[in-house]
C-alpha cells in the first residue's frame, strides 16, 4: 500500500479488498430493450447533469472471436437503466445521448466501451469523462473499477459476472445488479472526488 501526502492511499492490496463490506446498486433496475421505453429512459436520464456509463459484451473465448455490445449501463443516484442494445440497436435518440456535450457520461475505461459502440454504428463521442484523469490529479495510482470503489467509497463490488453471457434472452439477478452496480460506482466516485 502506498500513501500520499493528502493522507489517503494511492493503491490497495486485494486482501484489503476483501476486508471491506460487500455492496451493491440498491435502487430501481430498469432493463430497457424497446424503443418507446428507450426514449422514455433518456428523457429521465437527461434531467440529470451527470450519469455513471458502461458497457458490457459477452467474452468471447476463441482467439480472433469478438462480440459487439450486448448492454449499455446509465446510472442514476437511484435508478439504472440497462439498455440492451442488442434488442434496440444505436437509435437516433441514444446517438443524441452519446453526442451530447452538455451531458455527462462518467465511466472508467471508456475508450474501450467507446471504440465497441462505434462498431455498431459511427458517432462522435462527446460528454464523456475518463475517471482515473480525476483520480490519476488526486493522487491515486489504481485504476480498477474493484480497487478504485474501495479506495473512494470504502466498500467492494462482486466482479462474478463479468464473464457471463450478456446476450442471453433474459438477464439473470446478479447480472443486473452487476452491471447496474458497475455504472453507479462510476457516478458515485466522481461525485466523491468533485465533492
Same mark, same amino acid.
Given at each position: 500500500? +502506498?500513501?500520499?501526502?493528502?493522507?489517503? =492511499?494511492?493503491?490497495?492490496? !486485494?486482501?484489503?479488498?476483501?476486508?471491506?463490506?460487500? =455492496?451493491?446498486?440498491?435502487? =430501481?433496475?430498469?432493463?430497457?430493450?424497446?424503443? +418507446?421505453?428507450?426514449?422514455?429512459?433518456?428523457?429521465?436520464?437527461?434531467?440529470?447533469?451527470?450519469?455513471?456509463?458502461?458497457?458490457? +459484451?459477452?467474452?468471447?473465448?476463441?482467439?480472433?472471436?469478438?462480440?459487439?455490445?450486448?448492454?449499455?449501463?446509465?446510472?442514476?443516484?437511484?435508478?439504472?437503466?440497462?439498455?440492451?442494445?442488442?434488442?434496440?440497436?444505436?437509435?437516433?435518440?441514444?446517438?443524441?445521448?452519446?453526442?451530447?456535450?452538455?451531458?455527462?457520461?462518467?465511466?472508467?475505461?471508456?475508450?474501450?466501451?467507446?471504440?465497441?459502440?462505434?462498431?455498431?454504428?459511427?458517432?462522435?463521442?462527446?460528454?464523456?469523462?475518463?475517471?482515473? !484523469?480525476?483520480?490519476?490529479?488526486?493522487?491515486?495510482?489504481?485504476?480498477?473499477?474493484?480497487?478504485?470503489?474501495?479506495?473512494?467509497?470504502?466498500?467492494?463490488?462482486?466482479?462474478?459476472?463479468?464473464?457471463?453471457?450478456?446476450?442471453?434472452? +433474459?438477464?439473470? #439477478? =446478479? #447480472?443486473? #445488479?452487476?452491471?447496474?452496480?458497475?455504472?453507479?460506482?462510476?457516478?458515485?466516485?466522481?461525485?466523491?472526488?468533485?465533492?
Amino acid at each position: 500500500m +502506498t500513501e500520499r501526502k493528502n493522507n489517503h =492511499k494511492a493503491t490497495i492490496e !486485494h486482501s484489503e479488498i476483501q476486508s471491506l463490506p460487500l =455492496k451493491a446498486f440498491e435502487g =430501481k433496475i430498469v432493463v430497457v430493450q424497446e424503443h +418507446t421505453k428507450l426514449v422514455r429512459a433518456l428523457d429521465e436520464i437527461k434531467e440529470h447533469d451527470a450519469a455513471g456509463f458502461d458497457t458490457e +459484451t459477452r467474452p468471447a473465448f476463441v482467439k480472433g472471436q469478438r462480440y459487439n455490445v450486448a448492454l449499455m449501463q446509465l446510472a442514476l443516484p437511484h435508478k439504472a437503466f440497462l439498455i440492451r442494445v442488442q434488442a434496440t440497436g444505436l437509435t437516433p435518440e441514444l446517438l443524441d445521448y452519446l453526442q451530447d456535450k452538455d451531458k455527462l457520461k462518467v465511466g472508467l475505461a471508456l475508450r474501450d466501451d467507446l471504440a465497441a459502440l462505434q462498431r455498431l454504428k459511427r458517432f462522435k463521442p462527446e460528454g464523456f469523462l475518463e475517471l482515473t !484523469h480525476l483520480t490519476r490529479q488526486a493522487g491515486y495510482e489504481a485504476e480498477s473499477i474493484k480497487k478504485l470503489t474501495a479506495l473512494l467509497l470504502g466498500f467492494r463490488i462482486s466482479k462474478s459476472a463479468q464473464t457471463s453471457n450478456w446476450e442471453a434472452p +433474459t438477464l439473470t #439477478q =446478479k #447480472q443486473l #445488479q452487476y452491471a447496474a452496480t458497475d455504472a453507479w460506482v462510476c457516478l458515485e466516485m466522481y461525485k466523491r472526488l468533485k465533492g
